[in-house]
């Protein structure tokens, strides 16, 4: 016998919650209601589907086994109703947003509170985690769009770049480097250099600089955000070699940032998803977000 909607419902609220308490309160239904509906679950499925351990309803390791797909389609629920949600109030409407941290801490505000001045009754969400995260959030169809930075090795999703700029050094001040102008691969050749895994974005894009120059390199940490690398260069631990985003308003007067020569490039991307049309609340957004890449390419803060 098949579960129903509702069934599958119940099977997911109390797996998350742990209790029937907090399902029901969850769903907006009673403790009787739902009780009745996990007796009428175990029925339908032809297994016990929880079991009581230490206070706890604690799902059964065939229930486990569904708990994946039951997240993405209830994630799915969630899409669907806010972009109905959208339709139903003009001007008013949800965006889940993806970003790499680089862009959650800098661009991303500057666009959201230049957007929400216009259109206060969009509530965004903002969840910042890796490249690769971001990317998968995306192609999942989990989030309105994502903020990454490439060159991507692989990427299911369609890209709509932001803008480009290249890769700065950032020293401490009283460094012998802090003086000069540009730094190149030649130059970090006796310091320690702080930088990114190369399965990331940034890691790549540094190790091809170095091959092309025909100097290896001596990497002391390895780091999967800008704000780290930095705080390690304040720290006198190395050089870093970051994207300039991280450097966006930011007025620490004890690191020092120097041009990285031969250019190496790196830019940053819209993703969303290829088989989803956009809603208007996302559209309108991603306008604003790159207005706001093109205001600091004309100020030359990237």
């Not at 903002?126 to 971001?134: E, I, L, P, R, W």
Request: glycine fraction near 6%; charged fraction near 20%.
């Amino acid at each position: 016998m098949s579960l129903t909607f509702r069934q599958l419902q119940v099977l997911h609220a109390v797996s998350r919650a742990g209790s029937v308490t907090g399902a029901a309160t969850a769903l907006g239904v009673s403790q009787p209601a739902v009780s009745m509906m996990l007796r009428e679950c175990a029925k339908a499925a032809g297994f016990p589907v929880f079991a009581r351990r230490q206070g706890r309803l604690q799902p059964t390791s065939e229930v486990i086994g569904l708990l994946g797909e039951l997240d993405r389609v209830f994630s799915g629920v969630d899409r669907i109703n806010r972009v109905i949600e959208d339709m139903r109030v003009t001007g008013a409407g949800t965006i889940q947003i993806a970003a790499t941290p680089t862009l959650a801490d800098n661009l991303l505000p500057l666009a959201i509170a230049q957007f929400q001045r216009a259109r206060p009754n969009v509530r965004i969400t903002v969840n910042a985690m890796d490249n690769f995260s971001v990317v998968n959030e995306v192609a999942r169809e989990n989030v309105d769009l994502g903020l990454a930075l490439s060159p991507f090795m692989h990427v299911e999703a369609r890209q709509i770049e932001l803008c480009v700029a290249e890769l700065v050094c950032v020293v401490p001040r009283d460094s012998p480097l802090a003086s000069r102008d540009t730094i190149s691969p030649k130059d970090l050749a006796g310091y320690p250099l702080i930088s990114f895994r190369k399965t990331l974005p940034l890691g790549l894009v540094v190790e091809q600089a170095f091959a092309h120059a025909g100097v290896p390199q001596r990497v002391t940490m390895e780091v999967n955000q800008s704000s780290v690398a930095c705080a390690l260069a304040r720290a006198g631990v190395g050089v870093a070699i970051i994207d300039p985003f991280w450097l966006i308003g930011n007025t620490d007067r004890n690191l020092v940032r120097i041009r990285f020569t031969p250019r190496a490039e790196v830019s940053a991307q819209v993703l969303v998803s290829k088989n989803t049309s956009m809603s208007r609340a996302t559209r309108l957004f991603i306008s604003s977000l790159r207005g706001m890449a093109e205001a600091f390419k004309r100020d030359k803060v990237i």
